[in-house]
């Protein structure tokens, strides 16, 4: 399915991204009052890091993916799980019957939605009283190597900017109307990972890749360069994941 960012060439270094913090997807299930066996959507499930957390809880899990490379690694990740499904759909057209879902979720993928009609979207598909969940893991900026990492893509891209992703979802959502008061969480984690991780994850920055253009590949390289110049295997990257939940009218 063609979307209007394309994820192709993202799609294997996604492997390489962090998981969400565990205490942050526990307490967004605990607002929600999910149990075992409750249907879920992810939407924008790329290659399933949120898709595996909710079905490892015994969730019943539809993956909604329109990317074909993101949608198969996440279909690979899966295949030995039965209560893991996945379909071509949007955030703006899942797909999915209505009233189908007691929650719907969108990991690190509502900022690269039309907000107000994946709102739209989700009331349908979601049985009455039913929970909208959005998410993003924010790296620590103050961390004295994401620091420096933020000044490497600063030097080479003008006006480098995180967008929607790292703003305060509370407005959006309420704009809608759709939804309750909504609850925001915030847990800290922190994922060790090697350089060439790292340097995967990097691969797999939409936003970065967006914005950057033709100077991405001389962002990495120069990304590269540093972590090599630490004289580690590996880096310690702190995380906290950011959960905004919300209840349907």
Known sequence: MKTEWDYT????????????????IDAMLSIAGAEQGDRFCDVGAGVAHLTL????????????????????????RTADLGNVAWHEGTGEATGQAAEAFDMVTFGSSFNVCDRQQALKETARILKPRGWFACMWNHRHLDDPIQARIEAIIKERVEGYGYGTRREDQTAVIDASGLFGPVVHLDARVTHEQTLAEC????RSHATLERQAGAKFAEVISAIDEYLQSLGTPSIKVPYSTNIWVAQLR
């Open 199 to 202: 340097l995967e994850a990097w």
């Open 53 to 76: 957390m909710l079905a490892a809880r015994g969730l019943d899990v539809m993956a909604v993916e329109p990317n074909d490379a993101m949608r198969g690694n996440g279909i690979k």
């Open 9 to 24: 060439i993202l799609a294997d270094a996604y492997l390489k991204r962090p998981d969400y913090a565990d205490a942050a």
